[in-house]
């Protein structure tokens, strides 16, 4: 496990890197063993070592793990591994402050998103969980943010399904997950949003003082306004029709 680790860690890889090698991260649970008894002790201690190191851009082990390339059980495994020997590193921020969630959740990776909303959960129950959920990087972005940005719908509606106040995320200005939504025209998205948040936790909010309808107007410039009978963009009526002025998908 130690030779893995520095491997790891002193490769200097980020989850931002696209060309990660698949095989770089598999930990073991045993260390290797020498001395009198079997060099237990002091593998605990150079494990405990390794994985309080980070990469240049403040990577932790947990990071990694859980934006690496590859797939399968081996990587789950590894990051059960790495929490179990540190708990702390579930929430710990890089530079940038990514969780290993947030992490997870730019790479795509559905199955490593559950394994850490799991580990969240086991170790705290909801309330860990969400917090885990609900953790903002620097720029006050969630988890679910980086779902909307790469148009994961199944990471999007797993986020959801486990908090349905987590579209109300940024409250005090930022990006909404609604907002990005409409504004890369991810129209499953947003209707999922909408249907799966809690009645006044939906948040429109968008930077610079803006809000959805700022970026409706700006992405779909041929359809708005537009009166009469027809189905909006913005779910306001539920996405029924309506007779209002409102956006057209």
Known sequence: MRKELKSLLGSGISPSDQKRQTNLVIVSEEGPASGNNGGKDDDIE???????????????????VAAACGQGDNFLKSARIIHEKDKDLLFAQNSNGNTPLHCAAQAGKYDM?????????????????KALLRKEKKDKETALLEAVRIGNNHIVDLLMDKDSELAS????????????G?????????????DKSSPGKLSFA????????????????????????????????????????CLLF
């Open 46 to 64: 150079a494990n405990k070592s390794i994985l309080s190191g980070v990469t240049a851009e403040g990577n932790t082990a947990l990071h990694v």
């Open 113 to 129: 998103v559950i394994c850490l909303i799991h580990l969240a959960f086991d170790e705290g129950g909801e309330g860990k969980m």
């Open 169 to 180: 995320i940024p409250e005090d200005g930022g990006t909404s997950p609604m907002y990005l």
């Open 182 to 194: 409409i504004a890369l025209k991810r129209d499953e998205i947003v209707k999922m949003l909408y």
């Open 206 to 245: 968008g930077p610079n003082r803006q809000n959805a309808l700022h970026a409706a107007v700006l992405r779909y410039p041929n359809k708005y306004p537009h009166r009469g009978t027809h189905t909006c963009i913005f779910p306001f009526s539920n996405l029924q029709t309506c007779s209002r002025t």
